[in-house]
């Protein structure tokens, strides 16, 4: 066994687990079966996409790439080299607002690490001319990669989570699970429906109240459901909220006049990227990119407004009537 925390959660004999990778706390719940060696074998797929392309581990893909740039390409694994490969398509689908070399900004700002460290613009600047997923040439015939000036770094820190999470719903069902419930740090996969037969119902978090506290709920059965916000890691200086959701354009926390926006999806890795791009971009440019990748959203405005666009209207809910009204009237308001 893995130095893993694994329950039996009841009703229908389910097991959970719990165990930190990828930055973050992550839990697996399994229903209808109690294979500790399936959940086992769930989380060290997880280790083992964390050990490859977290930006932290210096013998990781990751790190070896961001060493190497501007001397030379480096031999990498084929699934690196893969996500890597998606990452720029959602760069280019997203007109850059989603950027895997986004790192030198990542590192400027410090999010979460440097106490309320806001870089001048000049600094900003600079870092933003290093950030240009176009210098990333990679070769998936012999599985290398290469960034073209010194200093440029890739960061898979927004999408690799999402497949980590697809990797444990593939393993799982593989393994003969029909219900189950993933949970790696925020990027939500269910699988099958709940043991009673009915619908998950996935929490969509208030971004401006304390974790926990949800502004409606979403019924999903065999989808991934992620949602990046302004809540997750921030500080607030003279008023204003700097977030860790950087905007590779403008170097500086996206300024789209959202607080958080949830997409629902079947692959989590395509979520994660999407999500990221879609909140950079704002509600409206966002809703083009969504129709583009034919996938729905709920959005939550800085002001507290909520919307969810058309094919979302039956499977999403307010908590309840007095929220409903003070974030958008009635069911119709909501829609896009």
């Known amino acids: 066994m893995i130095a893993t925390a694994i329950e039996v959660v009841n009703p229908q004999r389910g097991v959970r687990c719990q165990f930190e990778a990828l930055g973050t706390l992550n839990t697996i719940t399994v229903y209808g079966r109690a294979d500790d060696a399936l959940l086992d074998c769930a989380v060290n797929r997880v280790l083992e996409i964390d050990s490859k392309m ?77 950030v240009c997923d ?22 898979l820190g927004g999408i690799a989570k999402g497949y980590a999470a697809d990797e444990v719903k593939r393993i799982l069902i593989e393994g003969g699970v029909a219900s189950a419930l993933v949970n790696l740090g925020g990027n939500i996969v269910a699988i099958g429906t709940h043991p009673d037969g009915k619908p998950w119902r996935i929490g969509v978090q208030n971004p401006a109240a304390a974790t ?25 200086k003279d008023g204003v909220r700097h977030h860790h959701i950087l905007d590779p354009r403008t170097g500086a926390p996206a300024r789209s006049g959202l607080l958080s926006v949830t997409a629902i999806c079947d692959r989590s890795a395509r979520a994660d990227a999407l999500t990221t791009a879609v909140f950079v971009l704002g509600m409206e440019q966002g809703m083009k990119l969504l129709q583009k990748c034919n996938t729905g959203a709920v959005f939550v405005m800085e002001d507290l407004q909520v919307f969810a666009t058309e094919g979302l209207l039956t499977d999403f ?13 009635n069911h119709e308001d909501r829609q896009i």
């Not at 990498?76 to 990452?87: D, V």
């Not at 926990?212 to 607030?236: C, H, R, W």
């Open 54 to 130: 977290s930006a932290f581990k210096a013998s990781s893909d990751i790190s070896r790439l961001n060493r190497s740039a501007g001397r030379e390409s480096v031999k990498l694994s084929p699934e690196t080299i893969s996500l890597l490969c998606l990452a720029k398509t959602f760069g280019t689908l997203s007109g850059g607002a989603f950027d895997v070399t986004v790192r030198p900004l990542a590192e400027l700002w410090g999010i979460g690490k440097k106490h309320n460290f806001i870089p001048t613009r000049n600094e900003r600047d600079e870092a933003a001319k290093l």
């Open 134 to 155: 176009q210098d990333l040439v990679i070769n998936r015939e012999d599985s290398t990669a290469y960034l073209k000036r010194p200093k440029q770094a890739v960061d």
């Open 212 to 236: 926990g506290e949800y502004l409606g709920v979403l019924s999903v059965a065999d989808k991934t459901v992620v949602t990046p916000g302004s809540n997750e890691q921030f500080f607030m």
């Open 317 to 329: 809910s307010m908590s309840n009537t007095k929220k409903q009204q003070s974030l958008g009237g």
